[in-house]
């Protein structure tokens, strides 16, 4: 994470100092470097330049408005699972041709405001939806374009709830019956198959399984070739990982120099473009969380570090087991090491933030919860009628508020009591 860095121990995001930063916007606050986002754009503008790509940041991961913007800017196209996220798409500046529409779930509505606006294609995931589209499209007097997202059977090792791309996920469509599924694809009026895709799971840190789930697509493609289907795109989905604890996953050339090494091997595959999806590794290490010690609790067994952030504003620690770094924001050698847990205030077991940890920390200190750029502030709640929090954005020597604190009186605006008796 070289945007965030430290000068006579104290925490930088870019050039600005991240105790001021807390001091100015309060605590807790989602703190993210423009920098961070546009390096992780560009790793994989580079791992392809040179061969046609689409490169589609997974909106999921960080779908602050600021953000899809500085990707927008970029020349982003953006994988999202629901119309919301193509709202924001589209109000960030993004260019709806370069869209791909995931998800399981895709209502009607969903998909005919993807038609009016003109997306890049349906990564369809069930017969049912396909023909869905069909009717949609029919009634528009449109033509969608399609891919199908099949589901290779491959185990991606990595945690069970964000893996995807086994027979047992709901997700896709079993490779087995891809091409019939194509079949019925050719022959609707309304349809256009454009590729096929596939997202095997997410924080995946070895090529292996990407590479296994390729080389099973490959066969796919030459089962519709010879049905007389020519796809013209192979979106092979997102899940490279980060580094949350000393992991050392693939950068994006490692793993796409591969990928492009087994398109290039084959002339019957050579005219294929590269679609990815990535959402983690553009965005997890471009973010972190600062939160505010309010107080330490010991106990003869235990000690708790009580923090302001908790479950809520970061989810990842309390569902997946998940690990960040947390680190005091000024380091202070003179502290002793408290060997903790750092909790939030809610009331669940569940509720913390780093278990087992050595900080040198005490009361009203600062800590950065580091990685936190993707799947944070995107899976928080108001759980225990918490206020959703600011996200701030850095960009070299300036700080942007690009979300504000929410307050109590909107936590509760859309919501009304019965009428009297
Ligand atoms: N494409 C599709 C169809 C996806 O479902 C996902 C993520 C991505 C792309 C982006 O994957 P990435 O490059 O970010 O790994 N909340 C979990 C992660 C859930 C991922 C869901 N799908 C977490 O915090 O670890």
Known sequence: MEWFSRSNGELFAEQVSVANIAEQFGTPTYIYSRAGFEAGYKAYEEALSGHPHLICYAVKANSNLAVLNVLAKLGAGFDLVSVGELERVLAAGGDPAKVVFSGVGKQRHEIRRALEVGIHCFNVESEVELERIQEEAAAMNKVASISMRVNPDVDAQTHPYISTGLKDNKFGIDIS???????????????????????????????????????????????????????????????????????????????????????????????????????????????????????????????????????????????????????????????????????????????????DRDIKV????????????????????????????????????????????????????????????
């Open 177 to 355: 019956r891809a091409p019939e599924v194509y079949q019925r694809a050719a022959e609707l009026p309304n349809i256009d198959i454009v590729g096929v895709d596939c997202h095997i799971g997410s924080q995946l840190t070895t090529k292996e399984p990407f590479i296994d789930a390729l080389d099973r697509l490959l066969i796919l493609v030459d089962q519709l070739a010879e049905r007389g289907i020519k796809l013209k795109h192979l979106d092979i989905g997102g899940g490279l990982g980060i580094s949350y604890d000393g992991e050392v996953p693939p950068t994006p050339t490692e793993y796409l120099s591969e990928v492009r090494g087994h398109l290039m091997a084959q002339e019957k595959y050579q005219h294929l473009a590269i679609v990815v999806e990535p959402g983690r590794s553009i965005a997890g290490n471009a973010g972190l969380l600062a939160t505010e010690v309010e107080l330490i609790k010991k106990s003869d067994h235990k000690n708790f570090v009580v923090v302001d952030a908790a479950m809520n504003d970061l989810l990842r620690p309390s569902i997946y087991s998940a690990y960040h770094g947390i680190e005091p924001v000024q380091q202070d050698d003179s502290k002793e090491s408290l060997f903790c847990d750092v909790v939030g205030p809610i009331c669940e077991t569940g509720d913390f933030l780093g278990k």
């Open 362 to 421: 005490a009361e009203g200190d600062l800590l950065a919860v580091m990685s936190s750029g993707a799947y944070g502030f995107g899976m928080s709640s108001n759980y225990n009628s918490r206020n959703r929090i600011a996200e701030v954005m850095v960009d070299g020597d300036k700080v942007h508020q690009v979300r504000r604190r929410e307050t109590i009186q909107e936590q509760f605006a859309t919501e009304s009591l019965l009428p009297e008796e």
